[in-house]
């Protein structure tokens, strides 16, 4: 079975600071990971994706995520946070091989302090 | 590009009536559907897959009978909760995989809240 755990619930970083935001999973097959966000009252966007290519991930806003097997993580982070960043951040894992299924984590909701 | 739009956004429906939730890809094409629920403070769960012309594949758990699919067109998909109760009161958002897209990209919808009474 295929799962994914977000290790914080919530995350307060300062403008300007980085960000790291913590995702690690199970699965029986070699994964398709995302990152997707979403901002209030909008439709979940997709940050990044992993599909076995690289394993340094780079996706839109400066987010950046690294598949590590051997740590079974796929955590995302962005050097420098901008007030735009608040909102929740999920963790995706896709379960079938053509990536249809996804398993959501619980999310993390990210807040950003001027 | 690639914008997904769901309505109604909000409904609080009695219980016993039965609500109908369309799910619309403005911009393309959408062979596969799927549609999720979340509760508070929880994610999101998948509910069923639905392709165009054809019958929805429920997930385990989900009573077909209950949660009414239909995708008549490349554009539209509904969600039909039958004989609303309050224990169905979630958040359901709806997603559209893009036909001829790269494979496993789906684009969301902004989502449904509703409230049974």
């Known amino acids: 079975a295929q799962s994914v755990t977000q290790l914080d619930s919530h995350v307060s970083v300062s403008e300007g600071t980085p960000v790291l935001l913590r995702c690690n999973y199970s699965s029986s097959y070699s994964p398709s990971l995302f990152w997707y966000v979403q901002h209030p009252n909008k439709g979940l966007q997709l940050l990044l994706k992993y599909t076995s290519a690289a394993t340094l991930v780079k996706g839109i806003n400066g987010f950046e995520a690294e598949f590590k097997k051997s740590e079974t993580s796929f955590h995302l982070t962005k050097p420098s946070a901008h007030m735009s960043d608040a909102a929740e951040y999920f963790c995706?894992?896709?379960?079938?091989?053509?990536?249809?299924?996804?398993?959501f984590g619980a999310g993390t909701i990210l807040r950003v302090k001027s | 590009g690639a914008v997904v739009s769901q309505h109604p956004s909000r409904v609080i429906c009695k219980s016993g009536t039965s609500v109908k939730i369309e799910c619309r890809s403005l911009?393309?094409?959408?062979?596969?559907m799927f549609w999720y629920r979340q509760f508070p403070k929880q994610s999101l769960m998948l509910m069923a897959t639905s392709n165009e012309g054809s019958k929805a594949t429920y997930e385990q758990g989900v009573e077909k009978d209950k949660f009414l699919i239909n995708h008549a067109s490349l554009t539209l998909s509904t969600l039909t909760v039958t004989s609303a109760h309050p224990e169905d009161s979630s958040f359901y958002i709806c997603?559209?995989?893009?036909?001829?897209?790269?494979?496993?990209?789906?684009?969301f919808g902004p989502g449904t809240r509703l409230t049974v009474l």
């Open positions: 997603s559209a995989g893009r036909s001829g897209g790269p494979d496993n990209e789906q684009f």
């Open positions: 911009d393309f094409q959408a062979t596969t």
């Open positions: 995706v894992v896709s379960w079938d091989r053509y990536g249809n299924k996804l398993v």
